[in-house]
């Protein structure tokens, strides 16, 4: 149980171009998503906080305009890169939370890697 | 200070010793805690949860954590190659966002 997945698993594309990353919780439902970003050699980032039907949580220094996420359903999450540049190029993973609040555990799904070139 | 913090290592064992990860947090209001599992190149992997003062066992793996200390650590027994690694550290405070260390590299020689 507790699975998760992203799609596409690669994105190369040309700068100035969109790139729309999706998330799904397969067997369970997830009120709440997580987008993290994690450059090489380096720890994971958090980026947003998803929740089904409401506006996502963005942390500082994160621009809620380039890094656009719907949260649609309770499977259900995107993440779009708006006009990728190069320094966008990074590792992107998903979560999805399970269990009551407080003690809720994120199942994280394959991540995405995205070249800009 | 940070929320959360983890020795980098690497740290070294071989084939077949215990392995022990280190975490320490700040918060004492925090609720859970996780250790996850990151393979080079994959992303993280749940491998246990604890919410209690105490051991907790799965297999070749136990979680320990002592509030008190505010301190959190993984024991894994007969390590293998294929426990190289690195292992991450997330506490839970109150609500649903986790805050992770940095990582421990681990590495089990054979």
């Known amino acids: 149980g507790a699975v998760v997945s992203q799609h596409p698993s690669w994105v190369i594309c040309k700068s100035g171009t969109s790139v729309k990353i999706e998330c799904r919780s397969l067997?369970?439902?997830?009120?709440?998503m997580f987008w993290y970003r994690q450059f090489p050699k380096q720890s994971l980032m958090l980026m947003a906080t998803s929740n089904e039907g409401s506006k996502a949580t963005y942390e500082q220094g994160v621009e809620k305009d380039k890094f656009l996420i719907n949260h649609a359903s309770l499977t259900l999450s995107t993440l779009t890169v708006t006009s990728a540049h190069p320094e966008d190029s990074s590792f992107y993973i998903c979560?999805?939370?399970?269990?009551?609040?407080?003690?809720?555990?994120?199942?994280f799904g394959p991540g995405t890697r995205l070249l800009v070139l | 200070q940070k929320e959360v913090e983890q020795n980098s290592g690497p740290l070294s064992v071989p084939e077949g010793a215990i392995a022990s990860l280190n975490c320490t947090y700040s918060d004492r209001g925090s609720q859970s805690f996780f250790w996850y599992r990151q393979y080079s190149g994959k992303s993280p992997e749940l491998i246990m949860s604890i919410y209690s003062n105490g051991d907790k066992e799965d297999g070749r793996f136990t979680a320990q954590l002592n509030k008190a200390s505010q301190y959190v650590s993984l024991l894994i027994r007969d390590s293998q190659p294929s426990d190289s690694a690195t292992y991450l550290c997330?506490?839970?405070?109150?609500?649903?966002?986790?805050?992770f260390g940095a990582g421990t590299i681990l590495r089990v020689k054979s």
């Open positions: 997330a506490v839970n405070r109150n609500g649903n966002k986790l805050v």
């Open positions: 067997d369970f439902q997830a009120t709440t």
């Open positions: 979560s999805a939370g399970s269990g009551t609040s407080g003690g809720e555990t994120q199942y």
